[in-house]
């Protein structure tokens, strides 16, 4: 899919995203729980494939992390500190009384962490893809919630940096999001938000936030972010499958 007025570089599966991203727009009489409605098609397109399937994408979800993924949290926090980066997990949160999905593009969020790891959110995620302009961060929580690993930078961090994080997005497009994110100003981060879909958003449980933050990247900088991606993509709270977040993709396109 290619994006109008696009300012990414040109890049093998790299979508051309816009100079501005908004809201996606919503086609005529569609309502705001058509996005529900994707969710659930989604989740019923894996369970479709047989009960057990369905058992063992349940089982994959409560086990990743451990010795079937290659990697651990602990593995991905010690290359983390061997990197000089500063990474945390935290309990994902939402305000009591509040919704998760919101329908402001510009509301104060009490996120836990800086840049969002998880929390409260626009009702539309981003089109998926890399970007050189800030995608608003709203949006962006979304996709973290799909299973999104999001490459986060500081407007002073030096454009051979970016390249190289666009590089690292090129590797595994699908299920990855870039951004600039002026609060970062000379430093980058990468974050993810996990969970157990069983129980997500029953009795107080919104899963994990995943968040590493780095004042440079250095060949132990991708070898910390490789393996944060490989424990924490695809493992969203809401079940997403990969196959809705390749690039270009968005609320009005699925290739699931």
């Not at 009489?29 to 058509?34: E, I, M, T």
């Not at 992390?65 to 290659?70: D, M, Q, W």
């Not at 951004?179 to 969970?195: Q, V």
């Not at 991606?229 to 270009?248: F, M, N, S, V």
Request: proline share 8%; net charge positive; glycine share 10%.
């Amino acid at each position: 899919m290619r994006l109008n007025g696009g300012v990414a570089k040109k890049k093998p599966r790299t979508p051309t995203p816009p100079v501005r991203v908004q809201a996606p727009r919503q086609r005529t009489g569609q309502r705001k729980d058509d996005v529900g409605r994707r969710h659930r098609a989604a989740l019923y397109a894996v369970a479709g494939a047989g009960a057990v399937v369905l058992v063992a994408v349940v089982v994959a979800v409560a086990a990743f992390g451990k010795a079937g993924s290659g990697t651990s949290a602990a593995k991905v926090a010690s290359l983390m500190t061997a990197a000089g980066c500063n990474f945390r997990t935290v309990d994902a949160s939402l305000p009591n009384g509040q919704t998760m999905h919101t329908t402001s593009l510009t509301k104060k969020m009490p996120w836990n962490t800086n840049p969002p790891s998880n929390g409260q959110h626009y009702y539309y995620w981003a089109v998926w893809g890399f970007y050189t302009q800030p995608v608003n961060p709203r949006m962006v929580v979304h996709n973290e919630e799909h299973g999104g690993v999001v490459l986060w930078w500081g407007p002073q961090v030096p454009a051979s940096t970016v390249d190289q994080l666009h590089a690292f997005y090129d590797e595994q497009p699908t299920g990855s999001f870039g951004t600039p994110y002026a609060p970062l100003g000379s430093k980058i981060a990468i974050t993810a938000w996990t969970g157990d879909t069983s129980h997500y958003q029953v009795d107080g449980y919104y899963g994990q936030g995943h968040i590493a933050t780095c004042s440079s990247y250095t060949p132990a900088t991708k070898s910390a972010f490789e393996a944060f991606r490989k424990l924490y993509r695809g493992h969203g709270p809401e079940g997403i499958p990969l196959c809705a977040d390749e690039p270009g993709d968005s609320p009005n396109k699925s290739n699931c």
